[in-house]
């Protein structure tokens, strides 16, 4: 009996040992597909930030065009003000 009982735990170690070794295989693998995604979003964030640096320079842009553009529009009214006032006298 003795002798059964020390098979059967040599057997039982093996299958842990073997289920240990297949584990720690998934863990590896788990930790490859972590490492892949946390690469893929720190693309992403990239890419985004890239793109929200060129947005807030056309936004400066359209701003700075903008307000030459309301410059020019009131110099334009000042104008067509004064040339209104000198024909109404």
Excluded: H, P
């Amino acid at each position: 009996m003795n002798g059964t009982f020390a098979s059967n735990y040599e057997n039982l170690v093996q299958t842990k040992n073997d289920e240990i070794e297949r584990l720690k295989g998934v863990v590896e693998e788990q930790a490859k597909l972590i490492q892949s995604y946390e690469k893929m979003i720190e693309t992403e964030k990239s890419d985004t930030l890239m793109k929200t640096a060129g947005l807030t320079e056309q936004l400066a842009r359209e701003k700075s065009e903008n307000l030459d553009l309301k410059t020019v529009f009131f110099y334009l009214l000042n104008w067509i003000l004064k040339e209104y006032r000198k024909m109404s006298t």
